[in-house]
C-alpha cells in the first residue's frame, strides 16, 4: 500500500496524517508548532513531526512515504516557504522539513485546503469557486479552471481585508473597514462584548442571537451584511459557479447561511448570485488537500478524484 | 499577405479594420450599429460592414480574408453572441456575421480590449492584470495567467458594479454605492451638474479640478476615492501584478494617476500596491483584439506577439 505524510502547519499548532492512494486517511493527533521558540524551531518540529508520521507509515505499509505535502501559511511556492509574518521563516526549502529522498510539495495554507475542497469537497462538480474559511481570520482561496490562484506573487485570497465599510471601524491590520474586522469569529465575539459587556464565544454569539439576545443578533447581522457586501463584489468581478463557507462560523448552519443567501442576493440587481454552500471537509481540508500535494510530488497528478467524503471522515485516529 | 478581418461591436456603433499577420492595421470609419431597429437589424448591419472591410482585403492583399474576429457585449463564447441587453440578441451564431467559409471568433468585447493589451499593449511583461477601461460605464477585464478570464458563465469583470459605499448612492442598475456611480466618465458629468447646476463633459470638470475649482475638485476627488476603494479589494483578492486604466477618463493623465496611485497604496496597509499605468491601445484595443481573435480562428495562437505599437498607432486609416 502506498502512501502519502501529509501535515497542515498553522501558525501555533500542525495537523498531520497518513493518506494512501485510495484515500484512507490516518490522523495524527495535533501538536504545537513552538513558534515562541521561533522560526528554526518550528522547522525542527515540523521535521520531526513528518519524521515520525514517517515512521508510523513504514511500520503500518511496509515501505517509505511515496511523497510529503504541506500547507503551511504566508507566502509560499510548491519547494520554498518563502515568508510567513505569523511563523517568522524565509526562504526554508521543502527539503528542510522532510526525510532525504522523499519527493515534497508546498502550498499555501487556505488554498491547499481549497484545493482538497475543489478535488472532492463542496466544489467537485464546479471549476471556479471561492472558498471562505471564517475562523479566527478570513482568507479565501479563490479557485479559478479548477486550480487555486495565488495571484501574481502568491498574495491573493486576501478577502478578509477588503474594505467593506471604507468609513468604518479600523482593521488590526491598519486599514479602514476590513471584512475581517466585521466578520470573523473573533471579531463576532470581540463586537459582542464591546456592546454587551459579556465575554462569550462568537458560537455563543450566534445561540443568544438565535433566541431573540437583541444585540448578539445586531452584532451577529452585521458580520451577514458585510460577508453579503464583500461575496457580491466577488461574484461580480470573478462570477464564481459556488461560494463554499468553511471555518468555525459555518458550524452556525442555516442561522448563517439563510440570512447570508438573502442579503447576498439583496446585493445583486442584474444577477443571480451563486449558491453559498457550507465547507465538506471541516477542519481537516487544509491535511487533506497537503495529501493531495504529497501525491502530486510523488507524480501522481489525479490523486483524490475518487475519494470518498464518508471515508475520510471516519478515517481511523491514533 | 495574409489579413484577418477585425470588428469591435458598440451598443451604438462599430469600428472594423483590417489586420495583417505582422500587424499592418487599416482601420475603417466606424458606423452605427442601428440598434434603434431591432437586434436582426444590428446582425445585418454587423454583416454588411464585415462584407465591405472583406472586400477591401481581396480588392487590397488579393486573397480571402484567414479569419474574422468580432468583438461584442454582453454574454459571449467563441462562437456565438448569447445574450446582450444593450443590443437585444440572444444565441446568434458567430457565422451569422461572417462570410460563408471564413473561420471566425467572438469574443467580450472589454475582454477583448484586455487581450490586446495583454499580448502587446501595456500589460505585453506580465501575465496577471486588471484591464479598466473608464468611459460611459466601468468594466474590466481580468487577465489571469496570460488569459481574459471571464468567470463561471461569462459574467465576469463587472467591477463597475462592485458597492464601494454600500450605503452610499443608487445606481441605474439597482443596487447602491457601485464604483460606476462615482467614477464612470459620465457620473463624473453628472455629479459635478448636480452640485453646480452647469452642464459639463468629464473632461472639463477634470480641467476645473486641475484649475483649482472646489466642486469639480470634489466630485473628481470622489470618483478617485471610489477607483482606490475598488481597486484595493481587487489588489487584495487577487494580487495583479499590474492595473492598466483605459478609457476616456485614463486621458486625464497625471490628474487621475497620481491621486489615484496615492490613494490606492493608502488604503493598503500590509502589501505595496501594484504598479498603476495607462492603457497603451486607446480606444482600438477592442478592435485589436479582434484581429487576434480572427488569427486565433484562423489557427494561429501567435499572432500579435511581435507586433509594434507605432505600427498599430501609425495605421492608415482609409
Same mark, same amino acid.
Given at each position: 500500500?502506498?502512501? &502519502?505524510?501529509?501535515?497542515?502547519?498553522?501558525?501555533?499548532?500542525?495537523?498531520?496524517?497518513?493518506?494512501?492512494?485510495?484515500?484512507? &486517511?490516518?490522523?495524527?493527533?495535533?501538536?504545537?508548532?513552538?513558534?515562541?521558540?521561533?522560526?528554526?524551531?518550528?522547522?525542527?518540529?515540523?521535521?520531526?513531526?513528518? /519524521?515520525?508520521?514517517?515512521?508510523?507509515?513504514?511500520?503500518?505499509?511496509?515501505?517509505?512515504?511515496?511523497?510529503?505535502?504541506?500547507?503551511?501559511?504566508?507566502?509560499?511556492?510548491?519547494?520554498?516557504?518563502?515568508?510567513?509574518?505569523?511563523?517568522?521563516?524565509?526562504?526554508?526549502?521543502?527539503?528542510?522539513?522532510?526525510?532525504?529522498?522523499?519527493?515534497?510539495?508546498?502550498?499555501?495554507?487556505?488554498?491547499?485546503?481549497?484545493?482538497?475542497?475543489?478535488?472532492?469537497?463542496?466544489?467537485?462538480?464546479?471549476?471556479?469557486?471561492?472558498?471562505?474559511?471564517? /475562523?479566527?481570520?478570513?482568507?479565501?482561496?479563490?479557485?479559478?479552471?479548477?486550480?487555486?490562484?495565488?495571484?501574481?506573487?502568491?498574495?491573493?485570497?486576501?478577502?478578509?481585508?477588503?474594505?467593506?465599510?471604507?468609513?468604518?471601524?479600523?482593521?488590526?491590520?491598519?486599514?479602514?473597514?476590513?471584512?475581517?474586522?466585521?466578520?470573523?469569529?473573533?471579531?463576532?465575539?470581540?463586537?459582542?462584548?464591546?456592546?454587551?459587556?459579556?465575554?462569550?464565544?462568537?458560537?455563543?454569539? &450566534?445561540?443568544?442571537?438565535?433566541?431573540?439576545?437583541?444585540?448578539?443578533?445586531?452584532?451577529?447581522?452585521?458580520?451577514?451584511?458585510?460577508?453579503?457586501?464583500?461575496?457580491?463584489?466577488?461574484?461580480?468581478?470573478?462570477?464564481?459557479?459556488?461560494?463554499?463557507?468553511?471555518?468555525?462560523?459555518?458550524?452556525?448552519?442555516?442561522?448563517?447561511?439563510?440570512?447570508?443567501?438573502?442579503?447576498?442576493?439583496?446585493?445583486?440587481?442584474?444577477?443571480?448570485?451563486?449558491?453559498?454552500?457550507?465547507?465538506?471537509?471541516?477542519?481537516?481540508?487544509?491535511?487533506?488537500?497537503?495529501?493531495?500535494?504529497?501525491?502530486?510530488?510523488?507524480?501522481?497528478?489525479?490523486?483524490?478524484?475518487?475519494?470518498?467524503?464518508?471515508?475520510?471522515?471516519?478515517?481511523?485516529?491514533?
Amino acid at each position: 500500500m502506498t502512501y &502519502v505524510v501529509a501535515l497542515d502547519v498553522g501558525g501555533t499548532s500542525m495537523k498531520g496524517g497518513l493518506v494512501t492512494r485510495g484515500g484512507e &486517511v490516518t490522523v495524527l493527533a495535533g501538536r504545537p508548532t513552538g513558534r515562541e521558540h521561533g522560526p528554526d524551531a518550528v522547522v525542527q518540529a515540523v521535521r520531526a513531526y513528518v /519524521g515520525e508520521i514517517a515512521d508510523l507509515g513504514r511500520s503500518r505499509y511496509g515501505v517509505e512515504p511515496a511523497g510529503v505535502g504541506l500547507a503551511v501559511p504566508g507566502i509560499v511556492t510548491a519547494s520554498t516557504a518563502v515568508y510567513s509574518a505569523n511563523i517568522g521563516w524565509r526562504d526554508v526549502p521543502a527539503e528542510a522539513f522532510t526525510p532525504p529522498g522523499v519527493p515534497a510539495r508546498l502550498g499555501h495554507d487556505v488554498r491547499t485546503g481549497g484545493l482538497a475542497e475543489s478535488v472532492f469537497g463542496a466544489g467537485r462538480d464546479v471549476a471556479d469557486f471561492l472558498f471562505l474559511p471564517i /475562523g479566527t481570520g478570513i482568507a479565501g482561496a479563490v479557485v479559478l479552471r479548477g486550480e487555486p490562484y495565488g495571484g501574481a506573487r502568491g498574495w491573493g485570497g486576501e478577502i478578509g481585508h477588503a474594505s467593506v465599510w471604507p468609513a468604518g471601524e479600523k482593521c488590526a491590520c491598519g486599514q479602514i473597514g476590513c471584512l475581517e474586522t466585521y466578520a470573523s469569529a473573533s471579531a463576532v465575539a470581540r463586537r459582542f462584548t464591546e456592546r454587551s459587556g459579556s465575554t462569550v464565544t462568537a458560537k455563543e454569539v &450566534v445561540e443568544r442571537a438565535v433566541a431573540g439576545d437583541p444585540v448578539a443578533a445586531e452584532v451577529f447581522g452585521e458580520a451577514i451584511e458585510a460577508l453579503a457586501i464583500a461575496l457580491a463584489s466577488y461574484v461580480l468581478v470573478l462570477d464564481p459557479a459556488l461560494i463554499v463557507i468553511g471555518g468555525g462560523l459555518a458550524e452556525a448552519g442555516a442561522a448563517l447561511f439563510e440570512p447570508l443567501r438573502e442579503r447576498l442576493a439583496g446585493r445583486l440587481a442584474f444577477r443571480e448570485p451563486p449558491p453559498v454552500r457550507p465547507a465538506a471537509l471541516g477542519p481537516r481540508a487544509g491535511m487533506l488537500g497537503a495529501a493531495l500535494l504529497g501525491w502530486q510530488a510523488a507524480g501522481d497528478d489525479d490523486a483524490g478524484a475518487d475519494w470518498s467524503l464518508d471515508v475520510l471522515r471516519g478515517g481511523s485516529v491514533s
